[in-house]
């Protein structure tokens, strides 16, 4: 079974662009959960979508930052005019309430490292 | 509201020493916790996780964790320290609804020869 994936792992960008990160989750996971880790800390909460839905966007950047978690394909956090602020790691999990040994547990993926020049 | 503090940002140990991270938690009900292990450049890994059954949680590569009411504590231990046991630990508590997880700032595991 695999686990959950993100593209790319790495991704360099000037200030300016535009990032786009992508996550696929776990067979079978409907819901998916953002995080992004800022260098010497621990995770922060960003956003909560469902298939078609964001549920929860408390932490996500008021400007620039948008999510999305279409029917078909993987979930997008995109950040528009990066600034070297938004240099972390972001990190993508997964999870399926409902179903029995899951119902509570966030899977990981490996992150996107994001570094602006 | 939710949060987690872990004691320590560092912690090193001898190889064949136990370890003991320890994480205190603050929630406004029952909660849930976990401890997930960070490996250099990689993703999180679940180590354990409580969620209000017996209160000794056994997890993986031999590790273990306390959940303690009185205390508010849910630390973290191993009786042998391996050197692949290097990493950062992040103890993490969740919403009531499992929607958020909230983690603590980190623990970083030195293990030496």
């Known amino acids: 079974n695999a686990g959950v994936m993100q593209n790319p792992r790495h991704l360099v960008r000037r200030r300016g662009q535009e990032a786009r990160l992508r996550c696929s989750p776990m067979k079978g996971h409907s819901h998916v959960y953002w995080y992004r880790q800022l260098p010497e800390e621990g995770l922060k909460f960003m956003v909560y979508?469902?298939?078609?839905?964001?549920?929860?966007e408390s932490g996500m950047p008021k400007e620039r930052f948008s999510a999305e978690f279409p029917k078909e394909g993987p979930s997008i956090l995109r950040i528009q005019q990066v600034v070297r602020g938004d240099s972390a790691a972001y990190f993508c999990a997964s999870s399926n309430p409902g179903t029995s040994g899951s119902t509570d547990t966030q899977y990981f993926g490996p992150g996107t490292r994001l570094t602006v020049l | 509201a939710q949060s987690v503090t872990q004691l320590d940002s560092h912690v090193s140990v001898s190889e064949g020493t136990p370890v003991l991270l320890r994480c205190n938690y603050s929630?406004?009900?029952?909660?849930?916790l976990f401890w997930y292990v960070q490996h250099p450049n990689k993703g999180l890994q679940l180590l354990l996780k409580y969620t209000s059954a017996a209160t000794l949680v056994k997890g993986i590569n031999g590790f273990e964790a306390e959940f303690k009411k009185s205390e508010t504590s849910f630390h973290l231990t191993k009786p042998s320290a391996h050197m692949s046991d290097a990493a950062e630990y992040f103890c993490v508590v969740s919403d009531r609804d499992f929607n958020k997880f909230y983690f603590g700032s980190g623990t970083k595991l030195n293990v030496k020869p």
């Open positions: 929630s406004s009900y029952s909660p849930s």
């Open positions: 979508l469902q298939k078609e839905n964001i549920i929860d």
